[in-house]
């Protein structure tokens, strides 16, 4: 059993449902209380053994390698002026020299595509795909859950959860089957399915664990819905000579993709925060009993 080492975060989508705050800061540079939501899911993935990480960026996108880059007169500053909580908070946060790498997705041509230009850094073995749109909470991080059922079922790993049956219909489904360790194995898989039609509402969540063979087949794979490389079209054909499993994650998911999730994210990571949770309380408050006035 290959060890999953290595974690793909594609960060080359054009963030349109965000306009106008990603026309120059990439979304995944969007703060969350007070950590870019990008940071919140390279930490999930360092809590899951993770030890590189590999970030497919496009145009406007430099500053996340900075973001995760040393930044030296700043350091120097909080040292001089004894800020050294601070500090010790930033280098916490820091991956260590050579853990890093990023390659460009030159045109937005969809997330299989994006994650087709990881092939030569990931090489050939397992690995993590995050998507960084979606930041979760839970006691245990959900790709460590994934690699500790990886461990017992080899083969890919998908996570998965519960959506309103009537919401299927914009997600990729999985149909579920036998049960193994943790997880089931996963006997169909759909993107979009029309409605009525899905085999459950158990939802990809947005992190995987795939084998290099999805690499070749993502190489021919022809665009799907949206005119894009799918992903989830290359997963379908992957099952047909490998395992799939599901992960059935049950914490919370936020999708940062989308105003109504973001906002849903900074309440509820506020929330959590000593320092922060009568303020907030107090503010939702005042604020429920003007909103419609
Ligand atoms: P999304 O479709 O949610 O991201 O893709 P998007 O295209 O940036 O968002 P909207 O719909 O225009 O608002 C899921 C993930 O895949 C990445 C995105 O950055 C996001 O993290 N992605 C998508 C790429 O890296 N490249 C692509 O060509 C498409």
Not at 4 to 17: D, N, Q, S
Not at 47 to 75: C, M, P, S, W
Not at 198 to 204: E, V
Not at 254 to 283: K, Q, T, W
Request: aromatic share 8%; net charge negative.
């Amino acid at each position: 059993m290959r060890k999953v080492r290595k974690a793909v975060f594609p960060v080359a989508g054009l963030g349109t449902r965000f306009l106008p705050a990603t026309k120059a800061i990439p979304k995944e540079m969007l703060t969350v209380v007070d950590r870019p939501v990008i940071q919140y899911v390279v930490d999930e993935a360092r809590e899951a053994g993770i030890e590189h990480f590999i970030f497919v960026t496009g145009r406007n996108k430099a500053v996340i390698e900075d973001h995760f880059d040393i930044q030296f007169e700043l350091y120097d500053t909080l040292a001089q002026r004894g800020k050294t909580d601070q500090l010790d908070r930033l280098r916490a946060l820091q991956p260590a020299p050579g853990q890093t790498s990023f390659t460009r997705q030159q045109e937005p041509l969809g997330l299989g595509h994006a994650v087709w230009c990881a092939r030569e850094l990931v090489g050939d073995e397992p690995f993590a795909l995050l998507l960084p749109d979606m930041i979760m909470h839970s006691q245990e991080s959900c790709l460590k859950g994934m690699v500790d059922l990886y461990e017992e079922s080899g083969g890919n790993v998908v996570a998965v959860q519960e959506c309103d049956p009537a919401e299927a219909h914009k997600y990729g489904i999985v149909a579920k089957g036998a049960e193994v360790g943790g997880g089931f194995e996963i006997t169909a898989m759909v993107e979009k399915p029309a409605r009525g039609t899905a085999p459950s509402n158990l939802y990809i969540n947005g992190r995987y664990i795939l084998q290099p063979e999805i690499f070749a087949i993502l190489e021919n794979q022809e665009r799907g819905a949206g005119g894009e490389i799918q992903l989830t079209d290359a997963m379908i054909r992957l099952g047909e000579t490998q395992k799939m499993f599901g992960f059935h994650y049950r914490g919370d998911t936020y999708d940062c993709g989308s105003p109504e999730g973001f906002v849903e994210a900074n309440l509820a990571f506020a929330l959590r925060r000593d320092d922060l949770r009568e303020v907030v309380e107090s503010v939702m408050a005042r604020l429920a009993g003007t909103s419609r006035g």
